[in-house]
C-alpha cells in the first residue's frame, strides 16, 4: 500500500477513528492490527518473513534476559559465569545468522550466484524473489533490540504481541527510520489522548513530505530515467545537470517518505526519530552522513564501529600501529580502519551490486584520508591565517562536500560500474555545455513549467531548511501570524499540492526509492 494512494488515506483515517474510540488500554493492540493489515497487503509470504524475525529476535531476548538474571546470581564464581556469558554471545550469534542470513538471501543471493556461476561454471540456483517490503529496516531494528538486551541496555519484552508492534510498526515500514526499543516503546504502549497539536504537527509534516516526494522528486526523476538510461545521446554537461537533478530527486523522495511516516506516527500521538538534519549545510562527507538517514548511521556506530573498535583484535592492531608509526597518525590509523569498514558495510547495505561496493570504499576512503590529512590541512590552514570558522571556508567546504556526493551519487544511479565508466569518459570527452541552452532540456520528458515547479520547490526547501539551521521554528512563525494569514497559506499550499502534485502531465507518482530496502 503506498503512501501516495487514496487507499493509504483512507486507511490512515479508518485506523485513527477506531484508535482514538476504543478504551485507551486498548489502543497498542490496534495499532499492531493495523499495522499486520498493512503489512499483509504485500503479501502473506512477506508477512511470514517478519513474524520469522518478530518470533526469533522476541526467543532471543528472552533468552538473554534470563541469562542476564543468571549473570546477577552468579557473582563471584568465575567458571559458571564465563559459561553464561558464552551462551548469550551464542543467542546474539543465533538472532544474527538467522537474521541477516535471511537479509543476505533476498537481497544478495542471485546476484552472489550469477556471479560464481558465471567466473566458476558452477551451478548454483537462483530464486528471483522480491525483496520483502522494508526488510532491512525491521531486521536492523530487531537485531539492535537483540544486542541492547545483550548489553542490560533494555528489558526484553515479554509480551509478544507488544514485541511485535515494535518490529511492525506501519508507518515505519516503507524506509524507516530504524528506531531503537528503549526509545519507542513508551510511545508505543502509552494511553494516547486525542490532541489537535499532535494532529496539526502530523498533518503538516504530511504535506511537507508530499511536495518534496509530488512536486520535486517525481518530477526529477522522469529527467534523471532520461539521462542515465540514454547517457549516450548527450553531453557531459547534460550528463552532470542528470546527476545534480538525482541528488535533489533522492533527498526529497528520501526524507519526504520519512516526514510522511513520521507525520502519520505523529497523528496517533507517537513521535519517531528524526532521520534527517539538513545535510545539504553539511561541509565535509562524515558530517554529511551524520545529518543523512541518522538512524542507520547510528545503528552502525553503535552496533558496527565501537564494537569493532573495541574488539581485543582491533585494540593489538593500534598498539601494534602506535609503536610502529609515532605520533598522531598512529592514533588514527586504527580508528580509521574502523571507518572504513563502517562505510563499506553501508555502501553494501544499500544494495547487491558491485556499484554499491564501489559506494561504500568511495566513502569510506575519502573519510579515512580527511581523518588522516586533517593534521596537514590545519597547518597549511594556520600558515595562510585561514580560519576554518570563517564564511567564506564554510562556504567552500560546503561546496567540496557537495560535489564529492554528487560524484557518489554517480556510483550508486548508473546501471553498473561499466556505465559509470563509459559516463565519466564521456563527460571528460564532450562536456558540450551548449546543450543546456539549445532546447535539449525540454525534450527530457518535462516542460518549462515543470521545472519551473522543481526550481520554485527547491528554492522553498532551501529557504526552510536555512531558517531551521538558524534554530528558526517556521510553524511558530506560522503560528505568529493572524489566522486568516495562516488558513490562507494553508491552502495555498495544499492547492499547489493537489495541482502540481497529485495532477501533473503524463507520467504517475514512482514509488520509494528506498521503499524496499
Given at each position: 500500500m503506498s503512501f501516495i494512494s487514496v487507499e493509504f488515506l483512507l486507511f490512515v483515517i479508518i485506523s485513527l477513528l477506531i484508535y482514538y474510540i476504543v478504551p485507551k488500554k486498548a489502543q497498542w493492540l490496534i495499532l499492531l492490527l493495523v499495522s499486520c493489515v498493512f503489512y499483509s497487503v504485500g503479501g502473506v509470504s512477506a508477512l511470514c518473513y517478519l513474524a520469522i524475525t518478530t518470533l526469533t529476535t522476541y526467543i532471543s531476548g528472552i533468552g538473554l534476559s534470563r541469562l542476564n538474571s543468571k549473570i546477577e546470581?552468579?557473582?563471584?564464581?568465575?567458571?559458571?559465569?564465563?559459561?553464561?556469558?558464552?551462551?548469550?554471545?551464542?543467542?546474539?550469534?543465533?538472532?544474527?545468522?538467522?537474521?541477516?542470513?535471511?537479509?543476505?538471501?533476498?537481497?544478495?543471493?542471485?546476484?552472489?550466484?550469477?556471479?560464481?556461476?558465471?567466473?566458476?561454471?558452477?551451478?548454483?540456483?537462483?530464486?528471483?524473489?522480491?525483496?520483502?517490503?522494508?526488510?532491512?529496516?525491521?531486521?536492523?531494528?530487531?537485531?539492535?533490540?537483540?544486542?541492547?538486551?545483550?548489553?542490560?541496555?533494555?528489558?526484553?519484552?515479554?509480551?509478544?504481541?507488544?514485541?511485535?508492534?515494535?518490529?511492525?510498526?506501519?508507518?515505519?515500514?516503507?524506509?524507516?527510520?530504524i528506531s531503537r526499543f528503549g526509545n519507542l516503546k513508551t510511545e508505543l504502549f502509552s494511553k494516547h489522548q486525542f490532541s489537535f497539536e499532535n494532529m496539526e504537527k502530523g498533518i503538516q509534516l504530511v504535506l511537507w513530505g508530499l511536495f518534496k516526494k509530488l512536486l520535486i522528486a517525481d518530477r526529477a526523476a522522469v529527467v534523471v530515467n532520461l539521462v542515465f538510461d540514454k547517457y549516450q545521446d548527450y553531453s557531459g554537461a547534460v550528463i552532470i545537470f542528470g546527476g545534480i537533478l538525482y541528488c535533489i530527486q533522492l533527498y526529497c523522495d528520501f526524507s519526504g517518505g520519512i516526514d510522511i511516516a513520521r507525520g502519520v506516527a505523529k497523528m496517533f500521538g507517537i513521535s519517531l526519530i528524526e532521520n534527517f538534519k539538513r545535510p545539504i549545510f553539511a561541509t565535509s562527507l562524515s558530517e554529511f552522513w551524520r545529518r543523512w538517514h541518522i538512524s542507520l548511521g547510528s545503528w552502525m556506530k553503535d552496533y558496527v564501529f565501537y564494537p569493532l573498535s573495541l574488539s581485543k583484535p582491533f585494540i593489538k592492531l593500534g598498539k601494534f600501529i602506535r609503536s610502529h608509526i609515532k605520533g598522531k597518525a598512529g592514533q588514527i590509523i586504527p580508528v580509521s580502519i574502523a571507518t572504513f569498514i563502517v562505510y563499506f558495510l553501508i555502501g553494501i547495505w544499500h544494495g547487491a551490486s558491485y556499484k554499491y561496493i564501489a559506494f561504500g570504499i568511495w566513502n569510506g576512503a575519502i573519510i579515512t584520508a580527511s581523518l588522516l590529512l586533517e593534521p596537514l590541512f590545519s597547518t597549511i590552514r594556520n600558515k595562510l591565517h585561514i580560519s576554518s570558522d570563517s564564511k567564506k571556508m564554510i562556504a567552500f567546504r560546503t561546496m567540496r562536500t557537495s560535489i564529492i556526493v554528487l560524484m557518489g551519487r554517480f556510483i550508486t544511479r548508473a546501471a553498473n560500474l561499466g556505465t559509470l565508466f563509459e559516463m565519466v569518459k564521456l563527460t571528460l570527452k564532450?562536456?558540450?555545455?551548449?546543450?543546456?541552452?539549445?532546447?535539449?532540456?525540454?525534450?527530457?520528458?518535462?516542460?518549462?513549467?515543470?521545472?519551473?515547479?522543481?526550481?520554485?520547490?527547491?528554492?522553498?526547501?532551501?529557504?526552510?531548511?536555512?531558517?531551521?539551521?538558524?534554530k528558526i521554528s517556521v510553524s511558530s512563525k506560522l503560528k505568529s501570524k493572524p489566522y486568516m494569514v495562516q488558513f490562507a497559506l494553508i491552502t495555498l499550499f495544499i492547492v499547489a499540492l493537489v495541482a502540481f502534485g497529485f495532477y501533473k502531465g503524463d507520467y504517475i507518482a514512482s514509488e520509494f526509492i528506498y521503499k524496499q530496502f
Amino acid at each position: 500500500m503506498s503512501f501516495i494512494s487514496v487507499e493509504f488515506l483512507l486507511f490512515v483515517i479508518i485506523s485513527l477513528l477506531i484508535y482514538y474510540i476504543v478504551p485507551k488500554k486498548a489502543q497498542w493492540l490496534i495499532l499492531l492490527l493495523v499495522s499486520c493489515v498493512f503489512y499483509s497487503v504485500g503479501g502473506v509470504s512477506a508477512l511470514c518473513y517478519l513474524a520469522i524475525t518478530t518470533l526469533t529476535t522476541y526467543i532471543s531476548g528472552i533468552g538473554l534476559s534470563r541469562l542476564n538474571s543468571k549473570i546477577e546470581a552468579l557473582k563471584g564464581e568465575e567458571n559458571k559465569l564465563k559459561r553464561v556469558k558464552f551462551q548469550k554471545k551464542l543467542i546474539v550469534l543465533f538472532s544474527c545468522l538467522m537474521n541477516f542470513g535471511m537479509l543476505f538471501f533476498f537481497k544478495y543471493w542471485d546476484v552472489f550466484a550469477k556471479d560464481i556461476n558465471g567466473k566458476l561454471s558452477c551451478v548454483l540456483p537462483t530464486f528471483n524473489l522480491l525483496l520483502p517490503l522494508g526488510i532491512s529496516f525491521y531486521i536492523f531494528q530487531s537485531i539492535g533490540y537483540v544486542i541492547d538486551v545483550y548489553r542490560k541496555k533494555v528489558e526484553a519484552e515479554k509480551n509478544i504481541l507488544k514485541y511485535a508492534l515494535f518490529t511492525s510498526f506501519f508507518p515505519q515500514m516503507v524506509q524507516g527510520p530504524i528506531s531503537r526499543f528503549g526509545n519507542l516503546k513508551t510511545e508505543l504502549f502509552s494511553k494516547h489522548q486525542f490532541s489537535f497539536e499532535n494532529m496539526e504537527k502530523g498533518i503538516q509534516l504530511v504535506l511537507w513530505g508530499l511536495f518534496k516526494k509530488l512536486l520535486i522528486a517525481d518530477r526529477a526523476a522522469v529527467v534523471v530515467n532520461l539521462v542515465f538510461d540514454k547517457y549516450q545521446d548527450y553531453s557531459g554537461a547534460v550528463i552532470i545537470f542528470g546527476g545534480i537533478l538525482y541528488c535533489i530527486q533522492l533527498y526529497c523522495d528520501f526524507s519526504g517518505g520519512i516526514d510522511i511516516a513520521r507525520g502519520v506516527a505523529k497523528m496517533f500521538g507517537i513521535s519517531l526519530i528524526e532521520n534527517f538534519k539538513r545535510p545539504i549545510f553539511a561541509t565535509s562527507l562524515s558530517e554529511f552522513w551524520r545529518r543523512w538517514h541518522i538512524s542507520l548511521g547510528s545503528w552502525m556506530k553503535d552496533y558496527v564501529f565501537y564494537p569493532l573498535s573495541l574488539s581485543k583484535p582491533f585494540i593489538k592492531l593500534g598498539k601494534f600501529i602506535r609503536s610502529h608509526i609515532k605520533g598522531k597518525a598512529g592514533q588514527i590509523i586504527p580508528v580509521s580502519i574502523a571507518t572504513f569498514i563502517v562505510y563499506f558495510l553501508i555502501g553494501i547495505w544499500h544494495g547487491a551490486s558491485y556499484k554499491y561496493i564501489a559506494f561504500g570504499i568511495w566513502n569510506g576512503a575519502i573519510i579515512t584520508a580527511s581523518l588522516l590529512l586533517e593534521p596537514l590541512f590545519s597547518t597549511i590552514r594556520n600558515k595562510l591565517h585561514i580560519s576554518s570558522d570563517s564564511k567564506k571556508m564554510i562556504a567552500f567546504r560546503t561546496m567540496r562536500t557537495s560535489i564529492i556526493v554528487l560524484m557518489g551519487r554517480f556510483i550508486t544511479r548508473a546501471a553498473n560500474l561499466g556505465t559509470l565508466f563509459e559516463m565519466v569518459k564521456l563527460t571528460l570527452k564532450n562536456f558540450g555545455i551548449n546543450m543546456l541552452f539549445d532546447g535539449t532540456l525540454l525534450n527530457l520528458g518535462i516542460t518549462a513549467a515543470d521545472f519551473a515547479v522543481i526550481a520554485i520547490g527547491i528554492i522553498i526547501i532551501l529557504a526552510v531548511e536555512f531558517m531551521q539551521e538558524r534554530k528558526i521554528s517556521v510553524s511558530s512563525k506560522l503560528k505568529s501570524k493572524p489566522y486568516m494569514v495562516q488558513f490562507a497559506l494553508i491552502t495555498l499550499f495544499i492547492v499547489a499540492l493537489v495541482a502540481f502534485g497529485f495532477y501533473k502531465g503524463d507520467y504517475i507518482a514512482s514509488e520509494f526509492i528506498y521503499k524496499q530496502f
